[in-house]
């Protein structure tokens, strides 16, 4: 059998191979026998008309070509079982051509990138931001949750930041007024820069009864209209100021579960920095692979990080579907047009298989491998979870399902020696202690019970809400230190290439 192989790109490969006159002849039946079930011809039941008769009623090149069909995909098989070759997605026909004695076929494949060499992932230092708990962080902290229970007070003078405005906000895009853009008696922070582009600045020093002109762009929400240049109006009906309860032990007595001021600032001093250095840690690990992920400079070929893109937008549409929310409600929602949604995910979809190709590097690097027994574990304690775990455990076994848990408790096992083989230290170069807590193992069971990877998510930081005063909720900031940060880390895990 002549079969040719020669480069189309990086990691892509043609391959040639012919198909005889006797094996496209072989096919026909079997091409005439898949036609037949689709054709109504007199006298036969579907699907039981002859090979003859078909060839009649659909022609005889028809025929052919329906058996050339049937014949390429086992041909193929073998050529690239024969020559080593594994295709990463389904391979193209990229050209079928009539030669003495049969045919001669050209597939496209594309294979799976590898790297040439492997990253340094031994003895590294990677610096973060130190863990200390300062005085002022603590005092920050104090001064948020006195604003909780603030009241605001109206006050004859021009407004600066900390300050609470009572504005009217009105929106004209080409001398038309948007409706949707306008708003009254919105009570907005000055200086909390949730209002509008340029908002902050123009309402400093303003006071009540100014009306002021802005030229600033539609926020994002706005639909498909964000980010088009409106002339905003925005009068000012009050000026109030937050005026904040004393900081003293009647107050902390009052409100908090504890008896004194220091002993509610020693509380939150401890949970500040017990917060701060979890979120370090996982900062520190994110940080290690992402330094690792830096230094790969490879030209990924397009048919897999289409796939890869398909992969995730099919993940986040069912995660969507199950809010029974549309891929259009989410982008009027969120103010994202699709071209920078299909850009976010092109980049995403590269990202993450740089990190595959870095951890599959390292693997082999390393050696890495996996006992059976650890395999069972993994399998058993998924298995228990399930109604019928004899059943689960006879129906994953051997199957591709089996062969993706195998490949994402491997990428466990180095990220847990790239982690190993990484120290953190603070700017001054001084060593951090760090508590990466579990890895292996957590990840890869919630994979094999749902069918899917889900997108993650950080939620950078929450509101507080204040009291209701004359009528009004008084927005507290919004928390932006580590101590008040919710994060929801949910796994990015790849599934089995």
Do not use: C
């Amino acid at each position: 059998m002549t079969v040719s192989v020669r480069e189309a790109g990086p990691f892509e490969r043609v391959v040639g191979f012919e198909l005889t006159n006797a094996e496209i002849d072989a096919a026909k039946t079997t091409a005439a026998r898949r036609m037949a079930k689709d054709l109504s011809l007199k006298g036969f039941r579907p699907g039981k008309a002859p090979r003859p008769v078909i060839e009649a009623a659909v022609g005889a090149d028809r025929l052919r070509s329906e058996a050339i069909e049937e014949a390429i995909p086992p041909k193929l098989t073998k050529v690239l079982t024969d020559e080593d070759l594994a295709p990463i997605v389904d391979p193209e026909l990229s050209n079928v051509e009539d030669i003495e004695g049969g045919v001669a076929v050209e597939v496209k494949i594309t294979l799976w990138p590898k790297l040439d060499t492997v990253p340094n992932y031994r003895d590294r230092k990677i610096e973060i931001e130190s863990p200390e708990v300062t005085d002022d962080d603590v005092e920050q902290q104090l001064n948020r949750m006195r604003e909780q229970f603030g009241q605001v007070e109206e006050v004859e003078r021009t407004a600066s930041e900390g300050d609470f405005v009572s504005v009217d906000v009105s929106a004209t895009v080409n001398g038309q007024e948007l409706a949707e853009a306008a708003a009254t008696e919105l009570l907005y922070r000055l200086g909390s820069g949730g209002l509008l582009e340029g908002a902050d600045e123009a309402l400093e020093g303003a006071a009540a009864g100014d009306v002021l002109t802005l030229m600033s762009p539609l926020p994002e929400g706005m639909g498909e209209d964000a980010g088009t240049e409106a002339e905003f109006s925005i009068t000012v009906n009050e000026v109030k100021e937050l005026l904040l309860p004393d900081l003293d032990n009647d107050w902390v007595d009052e409100n908090t579960e504890f008896d004194t001021v220091e002993d509610l600032r020693g509380n939150l001093r401890e949970r500040m920095e017990e917060m701060k250095r979890s979120t370090l840690a996982r900062r520190f690990a994110d940080r290690v692979l992402d330094t690792l992920v830096d230094q790969v400079e490879i030209e990924l070929p397009q048919a897999i990080v289409k796939s890869e893109m398909d992969d995730i937008l099919h993940r986040f549409v069912h995660r969507l579907e199950e809010q029974q929310i549309s891929l259009e409600d989410y982008f009027a929602a969120t103010g994202i047009s699709s071209e920078q949604f299909l850009g976010d995910l092109s980049s995403q979809a590269e990202r993450s298989l740089r990190t595959r190709l870095v951890l599959d590097a390292v693997i082999e690097d390393a050696g890495i491998a996996l006992e059976e027994s650890e395999v069972d574990k993994v399998l058993h304690s998924i298995a228990g979870q399930s109604d019928d775990p004899l059943g689960f455990l006879k129906a994953v076994r051997g199957t591709p399902q089996e062969l993706s848990l195998r490949g994402d408790m491997l990428r466990d096992k180095a990220i847990e020696m790239i982690l190993e083989n990484a120290t953190a230290v603070d700017p001054d170069g001084n060593e951090i202690a760090l508590d990466l807590g579990p890895t292996s193992g957590d990840i890869v069971e919630d994979e094999v019970l749902e069918g899917e990877v889900v997108m993650g998510e950080v939620v950078e930081g929450e509101v507080v809400e204040g009291e209701v005063v004359e009528g009004e909720v008084v927005p507290g900031d919004q928390v932006e230190d580590e101590f008040s940060r919710a994060e929801v880390v949910e796994s990015t895990e790849e599934n089995e290439r």
